[in-house]
């Protein structure tokens, strides 16, 4: 489960003390220990009973400009500081299972009940509210391949609570939790790592029933522009899709490469066969996605052949 962090620290610090101390303190968010240093200083962030309700008021004022430039998370995010190339803070709300908010939008848009890891290390505190529950989880993410339905070793280490004043520090690609409301609605503060090169290191839903990957959770900007590419970049697009697919150092995109190849082939069968071929592939990840997406290839052929029906006249 997430590192918690014993810290008795009781004083309390303003957002711009935060900033000012990470910014030129020593802050590397690949050394554990390092990250794990903050938590004291968070804490007495979190100590600030004022701090978020001031900011809030002066984004209202300025009409949330700086969240609307700044904040590419949902509405259940607010960004603290985004300026650094290391690191980031945030808060996040959790309402509360009775909450309107989650009667009529449902738990789905706050990530209840998803078994998922995280991509990157970030170290966070109670700060409102009761705090969220979850059920954790630790997993080996070096032993796994990646690949939608693969066994994973889920090892459930217990059910506790983000109350305030907690301090926790989850670990990328180790820490598993299913999230869970709040008794009353609650909010937490976080300090993000932002390593460069999380983007090719993949986020995954869990099922947590069958022990195995559900879902890749994470997009890749670039996936969108590998199938642009395939289809109207000419030649020299399908040089560079076929290069992607055939070694990219990141699998996910690698399988991009492969599928926007797909797309692109000149008939149904020729796509099949792609996928086929991709399937005896020495790359794990790529051959058993390739091989889940020519099954669903050929269970839908009488749709794709015949089109979708058309309403009478």
Not at 221 to 240: F, P, Q, R, T, W
Request: with cysteine; hydrophobic share 35%.
């Amino acid at each position: 489960m997430p590192r918690v962090i014993d810290t008795d620290a009781s004083d309390r610090i303003e957002l711009g003390d935060l900033i000012e101390m990470l910014e030129t303190g020593h802050f590397d968010s690949q050394d554990e220990d390092c990250l794990a240093s903050w938590g004291p200083a968070l804490k007495k962030l979190a100590n600030n009973p004022t701090f978020l309700g001031d900011l809030v008021i002066a984004e209202l004022k300025a009409r949330c400009a700086k969240q609307i430039r700044e904040n590419q998370y949902s509405p259940q995010v607010i960004m603290l500081y985004s300026g650094s190339s290391k690191f980031a803070l945030r808060a996040n709300f959790w309402p509360a299972e009775d909450d309107s908010l989650v009667r009529n939008s449902g738990t789905s848009p706050f990530f209840y009940g998803v078994a998922h890891d995280h991509n990157f290390s970030f170290l966070t505190a109670g700060y409102l509210g009761s705090g969220y529950w979850s059920d954790y989880y630790e997993y080996d993410y070096e032993g796994v391949h990646g690949y939608v339905g693969e066994p994973v070793d889920l090892k459930f280490v217990e059910k506790s609570r983000l109350e305030p004043g907690k301090v926790m520090l989850y670990r990328a690609h180790r820490d598993v939790h299913i999230q869970l409301p709040a008794e009353q609605s609650s909010v937490s503060v976080n300090i993000l790592g932002l390593p460069g090169s999380n983007e090719y290191r993949d986020q995954y839903r869990f099922d947590v029933e069958r022990n195995c990957i559900h879902g890749i959770l994470n997009r890749v900007s670039i996936e969108s522009l590998v199938a642009l590419a395939a289809h109207y970049g000419g030649e020299a697009g399908k040089d560079l899709v076929k290069n992607f697919a055939n070694g990219h150092p990141s699998d996910r995109v690698r399988f991009m490469g492969l599928k926007a190849q797909a797309s692109s082939a000149a008939s149904l069968d020729e796509r099949i066969a792609l996928f086929e071929r991709a399937a005896r592939s020495s790359n794990r990840y790529v051959a058993e996605m390739a091989k889940l997406e020519a099954v669903k290839i050929e269970r839908g052929r009488a749709w794709i052949e015949e089109g979708p029906v058309q309403p009478a006249s």
